[in-house]
């Protein structure tokens, strides 16, 4: 009897260890997946949390928005690195916002350039939802920590299909992102095209 009571108390320990065990192991994944300074999906996350929501639904429509901080280095270069990563920061918590707001993934990809994947939003609707989204990030308040300057984003937009690879997808948004930087900043730029094509995009500016 013992000997049975001693082997139950010493099989519940081992259990409680292995649950905290596995408990820790993904809290470490979700670390990995996170950035650092905002709390967003960095680029492995982001990818790994995209393609779990987004991914292998034939057909369906999904969106893809680079946005890129204007002129963050001025930023830097006046108010110092710890008043950039604050702009960081604020950006990514109104960036997070829009996940439960608009049913996206948001990410940061590195540096000054941010990501929102969303799915079941299309053309004008895809637009409508960017324009959403640099407006309010411009309503942001750094009079603290960058007072006077003024914080804007341009933002590239690509439409495609969940089950087509991401990085073709990246790709336009990336070139529409660049369009919209050449441009002046502060503007949504949408790379216009039929998701069934391979062909290169018509870059459309929208505003």
């Known amino acids: ?5 001693f082997a139950t108390v010493r099989l519940r320990a081992l259990r409680m260890q292995r649950d905290r065990a596995v408990e820790i192991g993904k809290a470490l994944a979700e670390l990995a997946e996170r950035d650092p300074l905002t709390g967003l999906l960095n680029r492995r996350g982001f990818l790994g949390k995209y393609a779990e929501a987004f991914g292998g639904a034939a057909g369906r429509p999904v969106g893809l ?7 963050f280095k001025a930023v830097n270069d006046e108010f110092g ?8 920061v604020t950006l990514g918590r109104r960036l997070a916002s829009f996940e439960e707001r608009f049913g996206c993934r948001a990410g940061r990809l590195g540096g ?15 637009v409508e939802l960017a324009e959403t989204v640099r407006s ?4 942001c308040d750094f009079g603290v920590t960058a007072p006077g300057h003024r914080i804007s984003v341009s933002i590239g937009v690509a439409q495609g299909a969940a089950d087509r ?3 073709a997808l990246y790709r336009k948004a990336d070139e ?10 502060n503007r949504v730029v ?3 095209r039929d998701i069934e094509s391979d062909q290169a995009p018509v870059l459309q500016q929208v505003s």
């Open 1 to 5: 009897v013992c000997l049975t009571g």
């Open 65 to 71: 928005l680079l946005i890129d901080v204007d002129k």
């Open 81 to 88: 690195h710890q008043a950039g990563d604050e702009v960081l």
């Open 112 to 126: 000054e350039e941010f990501v929102l994947g969303v799915s079941g939003v299309a053309d004008g609707g895809l």
């Open 136 to 139: 309010e990030l411009a309503e």
């Open 165 to 167: 690879p991401f990085q």
């Open 176 to 185: 529409a992102l660049y369009v919209a930087k050449r441009e002046g900043r």
């Open 190 to 192: 949408c790379a216009d």
